[in-house]
């Protein structure tokens, strides 16, 4: 992979893609840290409520902005309102016929899908950007206050709710032009960049390891431990290192692991030339669904305990008692809903019928497989089996780290950098890089008339 870059790098479009979009990300992270009006910037780390907004769903939250969340910056919403546009429209795609016919009609088409995500990632900027602030409002992280001015109350909220909507509408236009200008999957670009620029925190949370108590810098706050106590840190953080590193090679292995069915095309004879006769196949990924599924199983697992934050009193001490992130009510529902979403994401973004048609329009079949539908069951049988591998492989990656944080305390922040974070890091690199290979070996083409 690094192989790769590094041959990109020597021809120069390709360097000025390169070039376009680590602009592009440093843009983004001048962004991510930049903060809006009204908010009481000195109070964030200090007060009580940045341990809840770095915790169970807000904890992944703000590692998918960078830390931009926890910090209440301009760039706080991060991609989860394009995300979650880009998903809702791939479900209306499906569910509303006038939006399946005009995802069919090839690039006008989905100009008009794209223009429709942009406005819906802006409703949903403006929704989530209300309950951002009045998050930080019941927290008291605000500077203006209802009680003395209301005016300036309302107007405070209107700037910031503006300003969030604004960082998140911002964010969808550069990962656009990362697509359109640099080396493509902007928003993943982006995603990936805000992981990785979490791993400060990770080497500081690595390092609290071996002192007495918690400390939020590298060389103060905390003193060192001593004797067996060192010792045992050290032997946790190189277990933490033994494993980060077994996991990534396991990702990367998992993730480019795939079901080869064979498919056999048949001679046909078109004027004085015949075709076909060869023989392909149709590669299916193990893990075809991706990091979706967890997305949206810690979705749906967080509602309650973010409902409870708002509303406290009995449901909330409920709430935190037995389902909170890292209770075994959370963690059982977790893995389930994971299992669950990984068949319906598969269901809703891979059609057997169509495939088995376009099989058998091409002239093709597989071989002891009849055309039609026992093709296209075939294919469904196959898929089933492989869903339920990529199934266990992402309650493997991402359910085992939340397990060992609610029963270690001492990997209970560590565990918010394994499983998912590290699942869209390796994906995202291993999809850039294939993707930088197929423009290279376009570029080195010469074709037949040279």
Known sequence: MFQTFKNAWKIPDLRRKMIFTL???????IGANLYVPFVDVDAIQSNVAYSQM????????????????EQATLFALSVSPYITASIVMQLLTIALPPLERLSKQGEEGKKKIAQYTRICTVILAIITAYGYVKLLDSYGLLLIDKAANKSIYYLGMVVM??????????????????????????ISIILFANIISRGATMVTELINLMKTTDSNTLFGGATWKTGGALALGIAEVVIYLVCFVALVGFIVWFTNSERRIPIQY???VVGRKMY????????????????MPIIFASSIVSILPTIANFTGGGFQ????????????????????????????????????VEVANNIRSQGGSIPGIR???PTSDYIKKILNRITTLGAFFLILVAGVPMIIGATIPDFARLATFGGSSLLIVVGVALETAQDI???????NYKGFLD
């Open 276 to 291: 076909g006769g060869q023989n392909s196949n149709l590669p299916l990924k193990l893990n075809m669904a991706g990091v």
């Open 317 to 352: 001490r409920f709430v935190k008692q037995w389902l909170d992130s890292g209770t075994p009510a959370y963690i059982i529902a977790y893995i389930v809903l994971i299992f669950l979403f990984s068949y319906f994401y598969i269901m809703i973004s891979f059609n057997p």
């Open 23 to 29: 602009i592009i990300v440093l843009l983004y992270r």
């Open 266 to 268: 048949a001679k046909r």
């Open 161 to 186: 709710v503006a300003a969030f909507c604004a960082g998140a509408s911002v964010i969808m236009w550069l990962a656009e032009r990362i697509n359109d200008h640099g080396i493509g999957n902007g």
């Open 371 to 373: 055309p039609g539908k």
């Open 437 to 443: 290979e197929a423009q290279m070996s376009m570029r």
């Open 54 to 69: 770095t915790s169970g769903i807000f904890g992944m939250l703000s590692l998918f902005s960078g830390g931009a969340f």
